[in-house]
């Protein structure tokens, strides 16, 4: 079983500037099947990045996923107050069971 | 507009069973999996099961292998999750979830989530 540790626990930065997690696999996660989501206080995970690198549908081009095998990159440029949330890395495959969440990271916007 | 509406939750003793319901709405329901994916008070998303688009087959969380039953009607665009012999580590938001594409062999990302059902399970 693949275990995803996200780094780090949490990030403070301010408006404008750039946000960079790490998501990393116990082992390689097959095809990039890794997804990214945020999260706001009270509301359900909503998807930004599938393929390790595609945006999901609305997604502002401010949110930029990248990485392979077992190391992957969440980057959130110009950081906005409405940025602040946890960020949840996710992988997936061709088995239900390959479903695995990291413990995420919460990004504060000071 | 993709819909996806959640009930069923509540508080249940030890022991007791739940049955939750996801109704969804604004897509070709059939033509998708789905799953149901809990989040404890303070902690991160649990996958717990999943289920084709026709039906045939589900797959379970090892924590809730044998007590969960998932099943849907396609006729009426809904899904169910039947709980049983309930524990005070199931207690969670609940949430009905839609993977982003037509099953083409993968069991995909999650593009949709409702808005959750809470299951509280304490004496």
């Known amino acids: 079983e693949v275990v995803l540790t996200q780094s780090p626990g949490t990030l403070s930065l301010s408006p404008g500037e750039r946000a960079t997690l790490s998501c990393r696999g116990s082992?390689?996660?097959?095809?990039?099947?890794l997804a990214w989501y945020q999260q706001k206080p009270g509301q359900a995970p909503r998807l930004l990045i599938y393929?390790?690198?595609s945006r999901a549908t609305g997604i502002p081009d401010r949110f930029s996923g990248s990485g392979s095998g077992t190391d992957f990159t969440l980057t959130i440029s110009r950081l906005e107050p409405e940025d602040s949330a946890v960020y949840y890395c996710q992988k997936y495959g061709r088995s239900a069971t390959m479903y695995t969440f990291g413990q995420g990271t919460k990004l504060e916007i000071k | 507009e993709v819909q996806l509406l959640e009930s069923g939750g509540g508080l249940v003793q030890p022991g007791g069973s739940l049955r939750l319901s996801c109704a969804a709405s604004g897509f070709k329901f059939s033509d998708y999996a789905m799953n149901w994916v809990r989040q404890a008070p303070g902690k991160g998303p649990e996958w717990v099961s999943h289920?084709?688009?026709?039906?045939?087959?589900?797959y379970y969380a090892d924590s809730v292998k044998g007590r969960f039953t998932l099943s849907r009607d396609n006729s009426n665009n809904t899904m169910f999750l039947q709980m049983n012999s309930l524990r005070a580590e199931d207690t969670a938001v609940y949430y009905c979830?839609?993977?982003?594409?037509?099953?083409?062999?993968?069991?995909?990302?999650?593009?949709?989530w409702g808005q959750g059902t809470v299951v509280t399970v304490s004496s």
């Open positions: 082992q390689t996660v097959t095809s990039n099947y």
């Open positions: 979830v839609k993977d982003a594409v037509p099953y083409n062999g993968v069991c995909d990302a999650f593009d949709v």
């Open positions: 289920i084709f688009g026709g039906g045939d087959r589900s």
């Open positions: 393929g390790a690198s």
